[in-house]
């Protein structure tokens, strides 16, 4: 049986419809989700810029042909995807198409699938490192900006860089499909398992569905994010001799 993905999003979109309208009804939320904007356009941007770079260098050009191995966010955000990360937390931006065929023989199909599936997660955290590098640095060498209401303003719109980077990277790195973190573990599978779990996709698509509209992924995702900013936040910190910002 086909199931439209996008007819899938859709539903979880106009499920969480109820919890957009809160929007509206506070100065204070709609003013964090104005500040939430670059975190979510430089987040899904680089993400999807990373894959095709990655797919770029190994050989293929899939990518580069349909123009996705730049910075320009319009080609790389998916809407259902946006509404999801801006809403949810976490979502995701426009599929990279890639063409394994086209892989240089250096390395297995499996596991050039896997370096360029890994590479979106990858940039996620190497971004949430340094914006949490440049919110430190902020904070200390030029504090009297740091704690006026500008430089307030500056460090919330940091801050969701890093969250909204942490958050994207975490939530692909799940291993069912059509996330990245399928491709990332089917590199070190059998080639057996890895068809068998290809053949299923669909399946494993509706049980992704369904675990989050019950609220498992929210579970387990929410927490992970948490103790992956304070972790960074604390050791960024400590690093460079301040309390915790």
């Given at each position: 049986m086909y199931i439209d993905k996008r007819l899938i999003f859709l539903i979880i979109a106009l499920m969480l419809f109820s919890s957009f309208m809160s929007l509206f009804s506070s100065e204070g939320v709609l003013l964090s989700f104005v500040l939430s904007i670059p975190g979510i356009l430089i987040a899904i941007t680089f993400h999807e810029f990373a894959h095709a770079f990655a797919a770029d260098k190994l050989g293929d050009d899939t990518p580069r042909m349909q123009g996705r191995l730049n910075l320009n966010p319009f080609k790389h955000l998916d809407p259902f995807g946006t509404i999801m990360l801006v809403f949810a937390g976490f979502g995701w931006g426009k599929p990279v198409q890639i063409n394994p065929r086209n892989f240089n023989r250096d390395i297995s199909l499996s596991k050039a699938e896997a370096i360029v599936a890994a590479a979106g997660p990858l940039m996620n955290f190497l971004l949430a490192i340094v914006f949490e590098i440049i919110v430190c640095l902020i904070a200390k060498f030029i504090p009297s900006f740091y704690y006026t209401e500008a430089g307030q303003i500056?460090?919330?719109?940091?801050?969701?860089?890093?969250?909204?980077?942490?958050?994207?990277?975490?939530?692909?790195?799940?291993?069912?499909?059509?996330?990245?973190?399928?491709?990332?573990?089917?590199?070190?599978?059998?080639?057996?398992?890895?068809?068998?779990?290809?053949?299923?996709?669909q399946i494993f698509e509706i049980v992704f569905v369904a675990l989050w509209i019950i609220g498992i992924l929210s579970l387990i995702i929410s927490p992970l994010i948490s103790l992956a900013y304070n972790g960074l936040t604390g050791l960024c910190a400590n690093i460079f001799g301040l309390t915790i910002i």
């Open positions: 500056v460090s919330v719109i940091l801050s969701s860089i890093v969250i909204t980077n942490l958050g994207l990277g975490i939530f692909n790195l799940i291993p069912l499909p059509p996330l990245d973190g399928s491709k990332i573990l089917g590199g070190f599978l059998p080639y057996n398992a890895r068809n068998w779990i290809d053949s299923h996709s």
